[in-house]
């Protein structure tokens, strides 16, 4: 078992910046890809980013090319999300997700609100 905790939502204004992680714990060993969703009210959960263990390989959702910046530090068991020139259509739930070697497994975490209001 794998479980993921999410971290750093909160409200920014447009233009801002945070960063969220997602600390692993468990059989981490197993984990393969890392990625971030996201579900605004009313919408479907969407891919944001994604990360390979060994950070090679990234895939990010068009909306967010050039702004977001995911990264992983395995030593840590730690998934981010650096997050920069925040839009109001950024508002959502975050969630970190984590699929393991043999992709057989899928975990969630519980999400963090990202609210971008002025």
């Known amino acids: 078992q794998v479980q993921l905790v999410e971290s750093g939502g909160g409200l920014v204004q447009p233009g801002g910046s945070l960063r969220l992680s997602c600390g692993t714990s468990?059989?981490?060993?197993?984990?393969?890809?890392m990625a971030w969703y996201r579900q605004a009210p009313g919408k479907q959960r969407e891919l944001v980013a994604s990360?390979?263990?060994?950070?090679?390989?990234?895939n990010y959702a068009d909306s967010v090319k050039g702004r977001f910046t995911i990264s992983r530090d395995n030593a840590k068991n730690t998934l981010y999300l650096q997050m920069n020139s925040l839009k109001p259509e950024d508002t959502a739930v975050y969630f970190c997700?984590?699929?393991?070697?043999?992709?057989?497994?899928?975990?969630w975490g519980r999400g963090t609100q990202v609210t971008v209001s002025s």
């Open positions: 997700k984590a699929i393991s070697s043999d992709v057989r497994l899928v975990y």
């Open positions: 468990g059989r981490t060993s197993s984990i393969h890809v």
């Open positions: 990360i390979t263990r060994d950070t090679t390989t990234t």
